[in-house]
């Protein structure tokens, strides 16, 4: 885990700390802007001030991610999880759980949330700071506005946005703000080979992200016999460099659990977390110890490690040209710090990797 002290930060980061106290803010940018550590920074100052501020983000894994960051800047802070915060928030005005649409429990009755609110005369001082904002309803946005409460969201702009997900201009609107989102233009995360092979997959013509100036191996794409093989060669990297992290991304939850096995033969076990949604073995990861952890694609969102390995390129067997299929991998891509390494099993490159320039993507054929 690695965060810049306030020393280190650049200038367009320090703008985001300088935001003012009051009001509602939105800060935007591409994968490796600096919204995750800008979020952090963000509540800590808030804090500071001697606001009541509340971090989170939606994803679990994240959370747990966020509230390791930086243990002196987020142990003043109440680093939380968005479901978590409307129910606590919920159940201390109301003495019970916020309403809801569906059997689970989890889609919440926004406009019945809004009538008690307005009939009880409800409102908060306190201050959120979300991180990955456009994972959230829209609906909460408007709550927020409606509560008086201040917010300080993070978010990606130009992605495709799922139900119960919102655009940066829909918060814009529903939280009545006039100012453009601030936006972090700069790439403080990965190495300009990276950054260059990751371009490939961006979509539409929003705020671009200057390519960084440092510099890094090519990343690679090896076609490779078995995932034994390919693990491999994670074990070789962890031996040269065993205090660099190492993030294997994986399609599905089977195939994270086959890496976690391997690893474990190779005797890398003690070294290794893996992080599954819901399963009480894999639902928790210590990001200041055991440097390789193994994810999935719906958890890597936020997340960084210093080299990325992707073992299982043959299940995306989407269309290529899709925009969820190229956003999938310009977020994996952006993972990586220093190096990012794929691998396939099966005769052909995949289709999405098959049209990227030599130039940006070094080829093992095995």
Known sequence: ???????????????????????????????????????????????????????????????????????????????????????????????????????????????????????????????????????????????????????????????????????????????????????????????????????????????EIALPTRVGPTPTVRRVPSLKHFLAEVSRCFDAEPERSIGIICRSTHTLRDVQSELRRLGLSRHTQAYVHDDQYRSVINFSTRPIRIVSTASMKGLEFDSVFVPDLDAYTEDPTGVEARLRFLVMCTRAREDLHFAHRGPQEPAILSNIPESLLIRHPG
Not at 4 to 23: A, M, T, Y
Not at 56 to 64: E, K
Not at 143 to 167: F, W
């Open 1 to 207: 885990m690695k965060i810049p002290s306030l020393l280190d930060l650049e200038i367009e980061q320090h703008s985001v700390i300088d935001l003012p106290f009051r009001g509602s803010h939105v800060i935007t940018g591409a994968p490796g802007g600096g919204k995750t550590v800008m979020a952090v920074y963000r509540a800590w100052a808030l804090a500071t001030a001697g606001r009541d501020v509340a971090l989170f983000t939606r994803s679990n894994l994240l959370h747990q991610y966020l509230a390791q960051m930086a243990p002196d800047l987020t142990e003043a802070l109440n680093v939380t999880t968005y479901h978590r915060w409307i129910r606590e928030f919920w159940h201390r005005r109301f003495r019970t759980d916020p309403p809801t649409v569906d059997e689970d429990g989890w889609i919440y009755d926004w406009v019945e949330m809004q009538r008690e609110c307005i009939v009880q005369r409800v409102g908060a001082t306190a201050h959120l700071v979300i991180d990955e904002g456009q994972k959230l309803p829209v609906a909460f946005y408007r709550l927020c506005r409606l509560l008086g409460v201040g917010v300080t969201v993070c978010a990606d702009a130009n992605q495709p946005i799922g139900d119960d997900e919102s655009t940066v201009s829909e918060i814009c609107r529903a939280l009545g703000l006039q100012a453009d989102p601030l936006v972090l233009r700069d790439n403080h995360r990965t190495t300009r080979e990276i950054a260059m092979l990751a371009s490939e997959f961006r979509e539409g013509t929003g705020d």
